[in-house]
């Protein structure tokens, strides 16, 4: 098995590293990154690649038969364009490139996010939705920047697959992703004092560790899982929980203010205050929980964390809270 990763250095690009050197210790792995090599390393090759770089004729001479795509923006950028140019434009490039090399299996990262949330709404508004299943449509096209190019690039593949029969894509959809070394706008909303939500019924959500999910991704390879496929670690967790570990106050605020001010913090830049769009108020205030029954039928995963375990490894990661004060 020959294995090119795209994003290699980064936080899930490195778990899945060692995921799949432990998994495949005679596979030749290969790593494309714009940051600089790791010494410590798994991978027997690290590449300084950008998104939209020629890739082809390198994946022809490595004779690279798998390709895992992961290179994304997460954190949310205020220039939409440059933020689609690298999720979605590069995505398209990556997969064209990759097909063109005649690589035979492709896993990209796709997220839960793109299912969208349930709005309550008509007669059904106080019933506990049921979780999205990997048939949902795709409802987060309405939704902010990275829900919606996840989606978009979904798109894309239900195209190529169409028009190329001959090749496997495989699509793990994870909710919020935690672990050490996590860097981004979740990590900074950890480490706050104050906590700011929606007031009004809570909605659980559902979060994987970034060592659970890599052992995923490595063990569809092996079994050449294709189509989506929903990943979250049991239970669940809700704002307060999260608060109370994470050692901070919780302050509701009415979500039509609280959604109009981040709007604007957002808009004039002030991230420290606003660390993405409005819309993602909507991922805290409405349910978008996923069904794992696929998951656990074809893959039995074994689980180092669950919900709130991941929550607490990443707290004491962090220095924070009552995790971070029991270190």
Known sequence: MRIAITGAAGFIGTAL??????????A????????GPSPDSPLDAQ??????MPLAPFLRRERINHLVH???????????RRMARVNVAGSRHVLAEAIAAGVEYIALLSSATAYGVRRPGGATATVAPAPYAE????????????PRHKALVEAEVA???????????FLPRPPAVLGPGMRNYLRRQLQKPVMVVPAGPE???????????????????????????????????TMTRVAELAGARLRRVPP????????????????????????????????????TARLEAELHPRWRYDAEAALRRTLRALGSGREGRRQ
């Not at 590293?17 to 005679?26: E, G, K, S, V």
């Not at 030749?28 to 940051?35: N, S, Y």
């Open 256 to 291: 039509r203010l609280l959604r109009g001010a981040a709007a604007l913090f957002w808009g004039a830049g002030a991230r420290a205050i606003a660390p993405a769009p409005a819309g993602i108020l909507d991922y805290v205030r409405f349910p978008w929980l996923i069904n």
């Open 70 to 80: 992961l290179a994304f923006v997460v954190d949310p950028i205020r220039s939409e």
């Open 159 to 169: 195209m190529l697959r169409g028009a190329h029969p001959g090749v496997a894509f």
């Open 203 to 237: 909605a659980p959500f559902q979060v994987v560790d970034v060592e659970d999910l890599a052992e995923v991704l490595a063990a569809g390879l092996e079994r050449r899982l294709e189509g989506p496929l929903n990943v979250a670690a049991p239970g669940v967790l």
């Open 47 to 52: 590449v300084h690649w950008e998104v939209m």
């Open 28 to 35: 030749h792995l290969v790593g494309l990154d714009q940051r």
């Open 17 to 26: 590293a060692a995921a799949l050197r432990h998994r495949f210790p005679n």
């Open 135 to 146: 048939s949902a449509p795709l409802a987060g096209l309405g939704a902010f920047s990275y």
